[in-house]
């Protein structure tokens, strides 16, 4: 146990190379994770309480600064994140923190009152050949969109959508 606690750290594995060009190996990379996760906590912060882009943040974040904390070894820590290896996840999380900002001035879950999405319902039926996606009903909060659509003088002809008198 005694010799376990204190040579643990000396006789860790040394990773030599990454063996992605351009992408050096990070000594402390652990210690590096772990601050940088920290910022991100603090930076996303910015971002609405509400925006499902600020929790998805903090909810891969937390895990991944749990697994940081929780674990010595790169290799385990790389094992448990499945994201890459340590150094990767050191670009992520630096990438991340570049976007927050940009995220915050987008604002990109922000709708304009004034704006207004027709939905076009096209029962042209797909070839058996060709895959294709059923999606599955649409939100209640889109009904209003619907109804407005069928109320409008248009109807769908190869795709485009053409006034009712054409």
Excluded at 10 to 33: D, F, H, Q, W, Y
Excluded at 80 to 85: F, K, V
């Amino acid at each position: 146990m005694f010799l376990k606690r204190f040579t643990g750290p000396l006789l860790a594995k040394v990773k030599e190379s990454t063996g992605i060009v351009g992408l050096e190996v990070v000594p402390n990379a652990r210690e590096v994770l772990i601050s940088l996760y920290q910022k991100t906590l603090k930076e996303v912060e910015i971002i609405p309480p509400n925006v499902p882009y600020r929790k998805h943040v903090e909810s891969f974040t937390n895990h991944r600064l749990k697994v940081c904390q929780e674990e010595q070894d790169w290799e385990v820590i790389e094992k448990r994140i499945a994201c890459g290896q340590v150094e990767e996840l050191i670009d992520d999380a630096n990438s991340e923190l570049t976007l927050i900002p940009k995220m915050a001035e987008w604002k990109p879950w922000v709708v304009a009152d004034d704006y207004h999405c027709a939905i076009v319902v096209d029962n042209t039926p797909i070839p058996k050949h060709v895959p294709h996606h059923r999606s599955g009903p649409v939100p209640e909060g889109f009904s209003f969109l619907a109804s407005k659509a069928a109320s409008d003088e248009t109807k769908i002809e190869s795709g485009e959508a053409k006034p009712a008198s054409a």
